[in-house]
């Protein structure tokens, strides 16, 4: 069947008149629009490359390599876009029968797989495919290889029609179509040279891993031994979600949906945390890291959680390309009506020929740099378009080889004049009668190990009329709460040797006279939505990103102290912080269904140890069968999103909410690409976790996927609705 568009912008299926003895390239002519067969197994996948191409081409569809050749032979398509693993015929297959048909044999061919196998590739092109996509895939990418496999197709077919009537533009077509071949070449080549360069960086730190698993079951280890082999595990599997999290960035700036939450924003919390966050490896390698910072720099429109994620990778980068020894230098200075960061390092520096291309995807010096040094070349590539997004620009500089490098991003400051967006509260705030202070006679501690940011707190809480204890370090504030018992502590997240997260557990391991039950308020830079989502999970009473205004600070210091007073007892676990901490309220069920044994069998035992009842399914058949037999008790559906064997995710959904509407239903994806493409959340999902994922994420997620269910099914309150859900990637 062909896919065509509908003037409404929508897609409707039309049966292809039977075709009788023109010529290929005749029926071609008559096409106002280009053909291409889609030969895809997976119906989800299929739906998305529709979707994709409907809007410029006439989509025909077939489900395998069989089924692709006899539509190919009756339609006679301007291209083939075929899978490679299918049923009854492989893509592999259909490859050589289309190159064995007399008209099909020009025919272009673009594969799709997911598999990173080099062989298979090259003898895909040997035998005939002229290019390949590897899922997943970014779709504007998509769309342009195949609109360029078209171009040279009907370039070609004009070329020959030329040359039958005698034409006189032959020569200027070859070169055309030359050119064309020499861009896809060059596309092609890059392609691989990444391709080679992403399966080291994944190979590397998993074969460390695979032998510290074989010498940890067979026992070889001493108990400091395995220690090493969890940290060695635990740093490369971060590396490996830091490689995907980049690769999906620059998906999504490819497909122009990365998107910033900007603000009024102080750049000196931002910088000095980007800052504390790469010292440790600058003190790995003796590199000297310096900094020279202005108090008065800011305030900008921005993100903060995106902007330290652009000076965290200028500073790793010039770290990672600076000999041991070094110096690296970060400056923070305003200049007129803009405020500039610039780094500069004594590194290995940039060829004068590679600097117009240091900030394009994908791209790195020479393979040399890469194998000595790491990395796929797309870090600098996410600060040039973050920096965009935020409205600056960012320019490199570098005297030429073993002479270090310098990178300076370019602000523009809030203009003075805007009061509402100077970061400041209004003046009405700051014109208050002076009254009893909020705080008045109450025992605080503030526990932050950057001296300036301390002594402003103490500052800050003592002219509110509270009695202020400070630490620099989590041992020193246990110690403190030995002798000394605060209404509430503040806690910075991000402090050396023990951060914000152990200091609240060792907290909450403490006697009750010991101060176990004292609320704890997260005060950190990490501004991330995670980060928030994590603070509150770990078991913060609040969460507060810097820079913070005053004003909120203290109500939220004052609300907690409050609060807590109307606790009598203090429980050690109340309802309200079971559920902040993700554990099971009561006696809830919850319905897995995910197909891989491993995954199944780790969330169920996430779920388990968080209290829950977990009834699990293999599939998604099963999964409804378990629904049918239990759905009076099941609280919540957790479900694989499209690599489920039968149905997928999104038709588990349906068939629970035609049903029960009031479950919610979270969806686990290694394939974020296609869960965004088909924007899941319109089917019904409350939430969609990405593989690989953290037990508190998961449990977390869960709680508040009941708590939001429980509160939209409790009475409306008298000022109106409850928020509806909101759909989220976590």
Same mark, same amino acid.
């Given at each position: ?475 020193? +504030? ?12 503040? +806690? ?239």
């Amino acid at each position: 069947m062909l896919q065509s568009s509908t003037p409404e912008g929508g897609a409707n299926l039309t049966p292809t008149p039977p075709q009788r003895s023109e010529g290929s390239g005749a029926r071609r002519e008559a096409r106002a629009r280009a053909l291409v067969l889609v030969v895809e197994d997976h119906p989800e996948m299929s739906r998305l490359l529709v979707d994709t191409l409907a809007h410029d081409y006439e989509v025909a569809t077939a489900v395998n390599g069989r089924d692709g050749l006899e539509k190919a032979r009756t339609l006679r398509p301007d291209l083939v876009l075929t899978d490679v693993m299918m049923p009854e015929m492989g893509g592999d297959e259909l490859v050589r029968a289309l190159r064995a048909e007399g008209e099909l044999a020009s025919t272009p061919i673009l594969v799709l797989t997911a598999k990173l196998d080099q062989d298979l590739r090259v003898r895909l092109l040997r035998e005939g495919a002229q290019d390949y996509v590897l899922k997943p895939f970014s779709v504007e990418e998509l769309r342009v290889r195949v609109g360029n496999l078209v171009t040279m197709r009907r370039a070609r077919d004009v070329l020959q029609q030329t040359l039958a009537s005698q034409s006189h533009d032959v020569t200027a077509l070859a070169e055309m179509l030359s050119e064309r071949q020499e861009e896809l070449a060059a596309a092609s080549r890059a392609k691989d040279e990444f391709l080679a360069t992403l399966s080291h960086e994944l190979r590397t730190p998993v074969t460390g891993m695979l032998a510290w698993l074989w010498m940890l079951r067979r026992g070889h280890l001493d108990q400091a031994a395995a220690a090493r082999a969890y940290e060695t595990m635990e740093g490369s599997i971060r590396s490996l979600v830091r490689i995907i999290d980049d690769l999906l960035d620059v998906s999504r700036i490819i497909r122009g949906q990365l998107r910033l939450e900007v603000q009024p924003l102080s750049l000196v919390p931002v910088v000095q945390s980007a800052i504390d966050a790469v010292r440790p490896a600058a003190d790995a390698k003796q590199i000297r890291l310096e900094t020279v910072i202005d108090p008065e720099a800011g305030p900008v429109h921005g993100d903060p959680a995106r902007f330290q994620q652009v000076v965290w990778n200028l500073l790793m980068n010039s770290i990672k390309f600076t000999p041991a020894g070094g110096r690296v230098w970060l400056r923070l200075a305003r200049y007129g009506a803009d405020v500039q960061v610039t780094v500069r390092d004594t590194g290995i520096g940039i060829a004068r020929e590679f600097l117009p291309h240091v900030f394009e995807r994908f791209r790195q010096a020479d393979g040399g740099t890469t194998r000595e040094h790491g990395g796929l070349g797309l870090g600098l590539a996410i600060v040039r378009h973050l920096v965009e997004l935020h409205g600056g620009t960012v320019s490199a500089e570098s005297p030429g080889r073993e002479q270090g490098a310098t990178f300076t991003i370019t602000l523009p400051l809030i203009a003075a004049r805007d009061p509402a967006s100077n970061g400041t509260r209004p003046a009405r705030e700051e014109e208050r009668p002076a009254s009893t202070p909020l705080l008045q006679g109450l025992r605080v501690l503030v526990v932050e190990d950057e001296p300036l940011t301390r002594e402003a707190l103490t500052a800050l809480l003592t002219q509110a009329g509270a009695e202020v204890g400070a630490s620099a370090s989590a041992a020193h +504030a246990l110690e403190v709460l030995r002798t000394w018992k605060p209404a509430v502590l503040v +806690a910075d997240i991000a402090m050396p040797d023990e951060d914000g997260y152990t200091l609240l557990r060792k907290v909450r391991a403490l006697g009750r006279e010991e101060g176990r039950d004292v609320p704890v308020l997260a005060l950190t830079a990490h501004a991330r939505p995670e980060d928030r989502e994590r603070a509150l999970a770990a078991g913060f009473q609040a969460y507060l990103a810097k820079p913070v205004d005053p004003p909120t600070l203290l109500e939220a210091i004052a609300e907690l102290a409050l609060a807590s007073a109307r606790l009598p007892g203090h429980r050690t676990s109340t309802a309200q912080e079971d559920r902040r901490e993700g554990t099971a309220v009561g006696n809830e069920t919850i319905l897995l269904v995910e197909d891989d044994l491993a995954n199944r069998e780790y969330s169920r035992a996430v779920l388990e140890q968080f209290g829950y009842r977990v009834l699990t399914a293999r599939s998604g058949d099963e999964g409804l069968r378990v629904w049918t037999a239990h759905r009076d008790e099941i609280n919540l559906v957790v479900t694989d999103l499209v690599m489920l064997p039968g149905r997928s995710g999104v038709q588990v959904c349906h068939a629970v909410h035609q049903q029960r509407a009031d479950v919610p239903v979270i969806t686990l994806s290694g394939y974020p690409l296609v869960a965004e493409m088909l924007e899941a959340g319109r089917e019904g999902m409350v939430e969609c976790l990405q593989k690989p994922i953290e037990p508190e994420d998961l449990a977390t997620a869960v709680r508040r996927a009941l708590d939001r269910a429980q509160a939209s099914r409790a009475p409306e309150p008298p000022d109106g609705p409850s928020a509806k859900t909101r759909w989220a990637f976590s």
